[in-house]
Structure formats: C-alpha cells, structure tokens
T-cell receptor, first 114, second 115 residues
C-alpha cells in the first residue's frame, strides 16, 4: 500500500505570494491532518479534514486554509506569505475514527519564503 | 488541555548503551500516547503507541515504552543503541474532542549515538 505523498517536496516563494500544497493520503484513509514544523515552534497542528469537512483547527491565522476532496486528497493554502511561514509542512492521514488510530505522515513540503 | 514535555533536547549515548528518552504528559482524560522518529529531511515515522490495555508497549526497531499513569510518563527505551538510531524523537498525545482529534507534540529529543 502506498504511503502518504506530498507535492511539491520543496518550494521557494517570496513574501506576499500565495502557495498551495497537496497531500494524497493512504488509500482508504478519510482523515487528513496538517502540521507545521519550525525550529522555533516545533510541530504545531494546523487543521484536520474528514470526509471533506474541517473538523478541527489549530491556532493559526486565517491566511492558512485547507480543503479536502471527495477522494480524500487534501490541499492547504497559505496566502500573503510572510518570512515566518518558512517551515516544513507535514501532512498525516488516518482512518479517522475516534480513538487511537495512528496518523501516518508524509515526507513533508519544505517551504522557504524569501 | 493536553500537553507533552520531553526532558532533554539532546541525548548522547554510546553504541550498545541503553537509550532512555523521557516524556511526561498532561491530560484530563485517558490519553492516547505515541512516539515518532524523524530522520533528516523526512517525515515522522511511528515507533509505537499506547491506547488501552498493556502498559508496556513494544514498537519497531527494538524500542519500547511504558505507560505509567501514576507518574504521567511514557518514557521510550531501547536496551542497546545502534548508530542508525541517531535521529530526532517526538512524543505526542492525541486529543479527542467528539469526533475531532489532533496530535500535540513535545519539543523533540535529538539522539546522538557515538562509537
């Protein structure tokens, strides 16, 4: 079974631009979560989507948004990029049930904002 | 609110020595606890998890962790370190609110293995 895939793997943008990152979950997984990883703040939860609905959101500004498609693939968008948005963005998929279902992570997209 | 504290941002051990990475959690409900490992330029790989039942959990690559409710701890151990274990390790607690859930991570512990 293929793992979680994220595209692109690397991205360089300039301040003020917007960016869209893509995540394809493991086949059969209906939940997709996004995390931001930075040296200063560590791993922080952005949001979770399940069956095309956002069911949980972290403490990030509205410039960060996401969506999920009917095939469970997910995208996240960051508008009006700031230098501080430079980070590794990780996507994780799970079956989505309540309980201890583990999240499987993709390799991440490394975003650099210049 | 749930939280995780990892004691020691860097741990160095000799090859063949015991690995002990510490994790303490705070949770108002019975927690689901996880350990992940991250190698350079890669995502996170699940080492092991605790949900319910047996408090000693065995994972991949010879790692195990013990859930101690009285100490609110979930320390990760490996009897004998290998050079390939050098990586960053994250402890996480899963927060369930209704049907929504998220992982709250500790700040990570970088493990160095020396000859």
């Amino acid at each position: 079974k293929a793992g979680v895939t994220q595209t692109p793997r690397y991205l360089i943008k300039t301040r003020g631009q917007q960016v869209t990152l893509s995540c394809s979950p493991i086949s059969g997984h209906r939940s997709v979560s996004w995390y931001q990883q930075t040296p200063g703040q560590g791993l922080q939860f952005l949001f979770e989507y399940f069956s095309e609905t956002q069911r949980n959101k972290g403490n990030f500004p509205g410039r960060f948004s996401g969506r999920q498609f009917s095939n469970s693939r997910s995208e996240m968008n960051v508008s009006t990029l700031e230098l501080g948005d430079s980070a590794l963005y990780l996507c994780a998929s799970s079956l989505g049930g309540v309980g201890g279902n583990e999240q499987f992570f993709g390799p991440g997209t490394r975003l650099t904002v210049l | 609110a749930q939280s995780v504290t990892q004691l020691g941002s860097h741990v160095s051990v000799s090859e063949g020595a015991l690995v002990l990475l510490r994790c303490n959690y705070s949770s108002s409900v019975p927690p689901y606890l996880f350990w992940y490992v991250q190698y350079p330029n890669q995502g996170l790989q699940l080492l092991l998890k605790y949900t319910t039942g047996a408090t000693l959990v065995k994972g991949i690559n010879g790692f195990e962790a013990e859930f101690k409710k009285s100490e609110t701890s979930f320390h990760l151990t490996k009897p004998s370190a290998h050079m390939s274990d050098a990586a960053e390790y994250f402890c996480a607690v899963r927060t369930n609110t209704g049907t929504a859930s998220k992982l709250t991570f500790g700040t990570g512990t970088r493990l160095q293995v020396t000859l």
